[in-house]
């Protein structure tokens, strides 16, 4: 078996594809969850903590006497710590969004577990059936 032939036979595999689909959507949830954060939630949470702007929460530390995160990025070294709050808070709600996502998920493959076949019926059973058939056929 050629290389070729073993890499599309590994690329056609059910559990890569559906890796991959999950990386992409993933990916664009990741934005979504970005935008949630950074547009709603946090102004929310600056606005309950005196209107303060967590992204511009920072400590410099080469001495930098700007205003702004971006400014003190530009003039050297700083500790962003609200910068981190605003990712540590995207990442807590993404990792509950996806842990509802997959309880929900196991909670429906749990209802639709296939029925089990019915038991075979004993000998008895079967002999019953025939003698009862064999006198309704008389």
Avoid: C, W
Avoid at 8 to 25: E, H, T
Avoid at 65 to 85: C, H, R
Avoid at 96 to 113: G, S, T
Wanted: hydrophobic share 55%.
């Amino acid at each position: 078996m050629g290389f070729a032939s073993e890499f599309r036979q590994f690329a056609i595999k059910g559990n890569v594809v559906d890796l991959a689909v999950g990386v992409i959507i993933g990916g664009a949830f990741g934005k979504i969850v970005d935008s949630l954060v950074g547009d709603i939630i946090m102004p929310l949470v600056s606005r309950v903590f005196g209107g303060l702007d967590f992204s511009n929460y920072f400590v410099p530390l080469a001495g930098q006497t700007a205003t702004t995160l971006a400014e003190a990025k530009k003039m050297g070294a700083v500790f962003a710590y609200g910068n981190f709050l605003t990712v540590a808070l995207n990442f807590l709600i993404l990792a509950f969004v996806i842990f509802l996502m997959v309880k929900q998920i196991n909670r429906l493959r749990r209802h639709e577990a296939p029925a089990a076949a019915p038991p075979a019926d004993p000998e008895e059973v079967r002999l019953l059936r025939e003698i009862r058939d064999a006198i309704r056929a008389r």
